[in-house]
């Protein structure tokens, strides 16, 4: 069998931010932060988003803003499907 993982060619990720020419990322934009986090609330890493370093920091900083506002939640709880099995 073929390692598929061998034979693929990674895509080279570029900085959204820096192709739309974006100077400030706005902390009460909460729909497009959110793009960069998590299902349970953590900020995603680069390697994963593909933003360069800078744009990174920056989008980090309105993100701890933004939950500082209460724009977005810094957790979102976890619903859980084993609750009420076992004892």
């Excluded at 370093?53 to 309105?62: G, P, V, W």
Aim: glycine share 6%.
């Amino acid at each position: 069998m073929a390692d598929y993982n061998q034979n693929r060619i990674p895509r080279k990720k570029y900085c959204q931010f820096c192709k739309d020419k974006v100077e400030y990322i706005d902390y009460k934009d909460a729909q497009l932060l959110r793009k960069y986090m998590t299902e349970r609330g953590k900020i995603k890493p680069r390697r994963v988003t593909g933003v360069c370093t800078q744009h990174q920091n920056k989008l980090a900083l309105a993100i701890k803003r933004s939950r500082e506002m209460a724009l977005i939640p810094y957790v979102v709880p976890v619903v859980s499907g084993r609750i009420g099995r076992g004892r």
